[in-house]
């Protein structure tokens, strides 16, 4: 049975269909994740879930336990992450409630968040030129575009995201310029969560629901957080039917080279690399480096 990892908002997790439902605490070496996470099965697969922000929507991006989360969804067996994101437009045809397949990432967060499982005694260079599932993400593209006109939705794909620090909103000045860079949507988690996955050997893409225009737009110079989850809401019962129709069609297999990330990129002689390192990476390093 093939394990689907589904990181994002609470209202994901209630999926027609979804049986044997129950939530679990996975314990990490490196603290706890955002929350529980909600096992289910759903046909032939099984489904873990994780809400990004907890339950309740407790958590800052700044704050989210990147490692934490992306770690727990290894050890429970997880070889494919689905992303459900909310994001703002920079770009006049991606218009809030289209739904946007992301192909890259830039960052801009200043905080120092933790994108690396690879800080403590042990050094990995990961290929990262693509940043997500090109298998993955051509699953999501195309189902989402198959029911595009049933759902009275747009999806769009080959966009890059521009993962910026929050939790405050852009200025105008930042706004402009990210469109000046040609950047598309704009959000404030994906980035981290793909590092970690691609180290972890773990496929993952991002299924972005667009809730605004950012504040570059002159019709849309305001954004407020009722406008965000009003939009995110009208949005959800859409991303999951995507989901149920993503998941369904996945195959129980792995072809591409995400399962192989690691396979050249880890540079430290295994003899040095500290026991409690290895206990603890064991999960992602063990089939490269043995004790």
């Known amino acids: 049975m093939a394990k689907i990892g589904v990181i994002g908002g609470s209202g994901l997790y209630e999926i027609e269909g979804l049986k044997d439902q129950k939530w679990v605490k ?10 529980d996470c909600l096992i289910g099965k759903l046909e032939r697969h099984e489904i873990i879930f994780l809400p990004r922000h ?33 994001c703002g437009s920079l770009k006049a045809d991606i218009v809030p409630m289209d739904f946007v397949v992301v192909d890259q990432f830039v960052d801009r967060t200043n905080q120092a968040r933790k994108m690396t499982f690879f800080d403590r005694g042990i050094v990995a260079h990961i290929s990262f030129a693509h940043p997500v599932c090109k ?6 593209y195309e189902v989402g575009y198959g029911i595009s ?32 860079w040609g950047m598309d949507i704009i959000g404030m988690t994906n980035m981290a969560e793909a590092k970690l996955a691609r180290e972890a050997e773990i496929c993952y893409s991002t299924l972005a629901a667009v809730t605004d225009f950012d504040c570059w737009h002159p019709d849309h110079e305001t954004i407020t957080i009722e406008m965000v989850l009003r939009n995110l809401r009208r949005n959800i019962e859409n991303a999951k039917q995507i ?24 540079i430290t002689d295994g003899k040095l690399v500290p026991a409690k390192v290895k ?6 390093i063990g089939k490269y480096i043995k004790e």
């Open 135 to 140: 298998e993955l993400s051509g699953t999501i």
């Open 149 to 180: 006109k049933d759902l009275n939705l747009k999806v769009h794909k080959g966009c890059t995201y521009l993962n910026m620090e929050g939790p405050a909103f852009s200025t105008l000045a930042e706004s402009n310029l990210y469109r000046s």
């Open 243 to 266: 989901l149920v129709k993503v998941i369904k069609k996945l195959p129980e297999e792995r072809t591409c080279e995400c399962q192989n990330a690691l396979r050249h990129a880890i």
């Open 26 to 35: 996975v314990a990490t070496p490196f603290g706890e994740t955002s929350d």
């Open 54 to 86: 907890g339950r309740g929507h407790r958590i800052s991006p700044s704050d989210i336990n990147y490692r934490a989360n992306i770690y727990a969804m290894k050890k429970l067996g997880v070889d494919r992450i689905i992303s459900v994101t909310a």
């Open 279 to 284: 206990e603890d990476l064991r999960i992602i």
